[in-house]
């Protein structure tokens, strides 16, 4: 019985582990989301092994009355589900700055943040890559420009793979 389990085991741990995985070595494009009106933020990814990248997002906003940059860095894990698509999940932080002018009210300050992140993405055969992901944020040093310290994520994203 024990042989069998062994066996089994074995044979599951193949399966997962033959599965190819396609990731580009370099991916540029949006990932469009709303959180705190970072609606759009320009991002990059990089290819470091088989299945591991670093992704880059730099975003902004600027409003009547926040303006804003931030700048997110993330190692992330990709498996291959089925074909073209891919679950990928990760761990990174970052930080940015903020200025808010609303009522003759004139604050500005800067924050850092820890982040994780867990997504699917597809693949096309042409040089395109769809994803969906979640990025729970939790912040540090906001100040007044955020109510609490999390922020929750969502975004799709359109990149350009080479």
């Known amino acids: 019985m024990n042989k069998k389990i062994l066996v089994a085991t074995m044979l599951i741990g193949l399966a997962f582990s033959s599965q190819a995985q396609n990731i580009s070595k370099n991916a540029l494009g949006l990932r469009l989301g709303d959180n705190d009106g970072f609606g759009g933020e320009v991002?990059?990814?990089r290819k470091l092994a088989t299945n591991n990248r670093l992704e880059l997002d730099l975003?902004?906003?600027n409003s009547n009355d926040v303006d804003a940059i931030k700048l997110a860095a993330l190692y992330?894990?990709?498996w291959n589900i089925d074909g073209g698509f891919n679950w990928y999940a990760g761990v990174g932080?970052?930080?940015g700055t903020w200025?808010?002018?609303k009522f003759e009210i004139n604050d500005n300050g800067a924050f850092a943040f820890v982040a994780g992140d867990i997504g699917i993405e597809y693949d096309f055969d042409f040089p395109l890559q769809l994803s969906l992901d979640f990025r729970p944020?939790?912040?540090f040093n906001s100040d007044t420009f955020r109510e609490n310290n999390f922020g929750p994520?969502?975004?799709l994203g359109v990149r350009y793979r080479f």
């Open 43 to 45: 991002s990059y990814q």
């Open 59 to 61: 975003g902004w906003r």
């Open 76 to 78: 992330q894990w990709i």
């Open 93 to 95: 932080g970052g930080a």
């Open 99 to 101: 200025r808010h002018d």
């Open 137 to 139: 944020e939790i912040y």
């Open 153 to 155: 994520d969502i975004a």
